[in-house]
C-alpha cells in the first residue's frame, strides 16, 4: 500500500498548522478575496517557499505586469530569481489578429488564445507550483457562466496528475457574473478554498483576516485567522493551535520571594493557575506582579510581562524605585517585556504573540510567570472586538496547561468607599483573587490586601496592611483592629503602634 503523499507547504508556517500541514499535491485550490487582502502575497509566498525546495515554480499572471509582480516582491525584500512568470497575451498583437476574424467573437478567440499560452508554457517547463491569477479575467473573457465553469474544469484535468499543486487566485470582481451561484460552483470544483477577508474599525488599522472554506479528505482549524501584512510578507495567527503534549501538575507552589506574601497566599501560587489582581489604580497591583516576575529571575526562569497601558520607561523607573534588579533581569533576558498600542493588536495575533514568547529560549530557560497588564487596557486596545473575555480566558488555560502562573491585573473604578467598581466581572476565569484597597487612619492613606479566593488549597483569610517601599514589598500584621477595611472607610479599635511604621508625621 502506498504511502500518502507529503503536503505541499503554503509558505506561511502558522497557515500550515491551520491547514494541518499544507495543500495536498497536485491538486488546485482557490484563493480568494476582494482587492487588497493579500493575495498575490500569499501566492509569491507560496512560490518563493517551493523554490527554497529546488521545485519549478510558474507565476501566470492575467492582470499584472512582471514589473508590478517585482514591485510587490521588493516591497518585502524578496527576489523573484528562480520563479518563471508568463504574462497576458500581448494586447496590441491580440488586437491585430482580431480584426482578421468575422465569423467569431472576439472573446471567443481572446480567451482560447490565452489558455493556449498557459498550457504550451506549463507543459515546457514542467513546473512542481503554479499560481493563476486572476479568475476575474476569464470570468470577463467567457461572458457565459457555462463557458467560464467548463474552462476551469478543463484547467483543472490539465494540471492534475503533472505533480503540480495549482493555486488560483479570484478578487471576486469581473461584472454581473461575480454573484454567489457562481462562487459556489468554482468553490465545489476546487480541491480547497481559503477566503481572504478584511473591514474597516472605527479605530486603528484596518483588520484583516483568512478563513479557511473547504479542504476536501483534511481536517483544518475552522473559524477566523487574524492576518497582518508587512514588509517581510504575509503573517497568520491562528485563532487557536492543537496542542499534544499535556503537562502534568507536581503540585508545586511557585514563591513570590517574600516571605510575608508567600503566608497570606497560603505558601504561595499553584503552578498553571491564574491569579486576578483587582483593586484601584495605583494601589500596588502591578508591582506584586513584578515581585513573582524577580524571583522567577532569581530562580533561572523567565518571566513576561505584555504591557497594554504602562511604557517601558514607567515601568523600569517603578521597579527600580522598589529596589528590583530590573535591568539586570532584563539584559539577560530572564524578563521580557511586549508593549502593544491601541487599535494595532487583534485577538489572534495577541494569543499568538503569547504562545511564541513562552516557549523555551535559545538556552532552554522556560517561562513561569506571565502577567498581563492590564485587562482595561486589553480591553481598550480592542474596542471593535467581541467576545474578548472568552478569547482571554482560551488564552489563560493554555497558560494553564503549560505549567504557567499568569496574573491578570484589572484597575477598579474610584479609589476608596463603597463608590468603587469593576469595569466587568472577570474573577471566574482566575483560580485566585487578590484583592487591594486603600483605607484612611489617622489622617493618612494606606493600603490593605487579602486573598479572597484561592480554588487548589488554603489561605489566610486576613486582611493584612501593604506598604510598596524601596526594598521591595513589606506586608505587615493582620489588620484585626480595623473594621469596615474592604469598603475604605474603616473604623479604628486598637493601637497606632501596630501599624506600620512610615516615617514623618506618621509616625
Not at 513562552?358 to 471593535?384: C, E, W, Y
Amino acid at each position: 500500500m502506498s504511502q500518502p503523499e507529503q503536503p505541499v507547504s503554503t509558505g506561511i508556517d502558522t497557515l500550515d498548522d491551520i491547514m494541518h500541514g499544507g495543500f495536498t499535491a497536485d491538486r488546485l485550490y482557490l484563493i480568494e478575496g476582494y482587492p487588497g487582502t493579500g493575495k498575490t502575497t500569499l501566492a509569491i509566498q507560496f512560490l518563493l517557499d517551493g523554490a527554497a525546495k529546488g521545485e519549478r515554480g510558474l507565476y501566470v499572471s492575467l492582470s499584472e505586469t512582471r514589473e508590478e509582480l517585482e514591485g510587490v516582491a521588493v516591497s518585502h525584500g524578496w527576489s523573484l530569481e528562480g520563479i518563471d512568470i508568463h504574462e497576458l497575451v500581448d494586447q496590441e498583437k491580440l488586437t491585430q489578429e482580431q480584426s482578421q476574424y468575422t465569423m467569431f467573437e472576439p472573446s471567443e478567440i481572446e480567451l482560447g488564445v490565452t489558455i493556449d499560452g498557459v498550457l504550451e508554457k506549463v507543459q515546457a517547463i514542467q513546473p512542481q507550483r503554479v499560481v493563476f491569477d486572476s479568475l476575474s479575467e476569464m470570468r470577463l473573457l467567457a461572458q457565459s457562466p457555462l463557458r467560464y465553469r467548463r474552462q476551469i474544469l478543463a484547467l483543472k484535468q490539465f494540471f492534475v496528475g503533472r505533480g503540480c499543486t495549482t493555486i488560483m487566485l479570484d478578487d471576486k470582481s469581473g461584472g454581473d457574473m461575480a454573484v454567489d451561484l457562481n462562487d459556489q460552483q468554482l468553490q465545489s470544483i476546487a480541491h480547497g478554498v481559503i477566503r481572504l477577508e478584511q473591514s474597516l474599525n472605527h479605530y486603528g488599522a484596518e483588520r484583516r483576516y483568512l478563513r479557511v472554506i473547504k479542504h476536501r479528505g483534511r481536517d483544518f482549524i475552522g473559524g477566523t485567522h487574524d492576518v497582518l501584512l508587512k514588509r517581510g510578507g504575509m503573517q497568520v495567527y491562528p485563532r487557536k493551535t492543537v496542542e499534544t503534549a499535556q503537562w502534568q501538575s507536581s503540585g508545586d507552589l511557585i514563591s513570590s520571594g517574600n516571605t510575608e506574601l508567600d503566608a497570606l497566599l497560603g505558601g504561595g501560587l499553584m503552578e498553571g493557575t491564574s491569579t486576578l489582581l483587582l483593586g484601584p489604580a495605583g494601589v500596588g497591583k502591578s508591582s506584586t506582579a513584578t515581585q513573582f516576575a524577580i524571583a522567577a529571575a532569581e530562580r533561572g526562569e523567565r518571566a513576561v510581562f505584555f504591557e497594554f497601558e504602562e511604557s517601558q520607561h514607567a515601568f523600569l523607573q517603578r521597579s527600580r524605585g522598589l529596589g528590583f534588579e530590573i535591568d539586570r533581569h532584563i539584559e539577560s533576558g530572564l524578563i521580557e517585556l511586549h508593549q502593544f498600542s491601541a487599535g494595532e493588536t487583534t485577538p489572534a495575533g495577541f494569543a499568538s504573540q503569547v504562545r511564541q514568547a513562552i516557549k523555551p529560549d535559545t538556552q532552554g530557560r522556560k517561562a513561569t510567570i506571565v502577567t498581563i497588564d492590564s485587562l482595561n487596557g486589553f480591553l481598550n486596545s480592542m474596542p471593535h472586538e467581541q467576545f474578548l473575555l472568552i478569547q482571554l480566558n482560551d488564552i489563560l488555560q493554555m497558560l494553564g496547561r503549560h505549567g504557567i502562573v499568569s496574573f491578570l491585573i484589572t484597575a477598579q473604578h474610584g479609589m476608596l468607599g463603597t463608590a468603587m467598581k469593576t469595569p466587568l466581572d472577570a474573577s471566574y476565569m482566575a483560580d485566585n483573587v487578590l484583592l487591594f484597597r486603600y483605607f484612611e487612619s489617622a489622617g493618612a492613606i494606606r493600603q490593605a490586601i487579602s486573598m479572597v479566593k484561592k480554588r487548589t488549597g488554603k489561605h489566610e483569610h486576613t486582611i493584612r496592611e501593604f506598604l510598596l517601599t524601596d526594598r521591595g514589598l513589606s506586608i505587615g500584621n493582620p489588620l484585626a483592629d480595623f473594621h469596615g477595611v474592604l469598603s475604605g472607610t474603616p473604623s479604628y479599635r486598637g493601637s497606632r503602634e501596630d501599624l506600620i511604621h512610615r516615617g514623618g508625621t506618621d509616625a
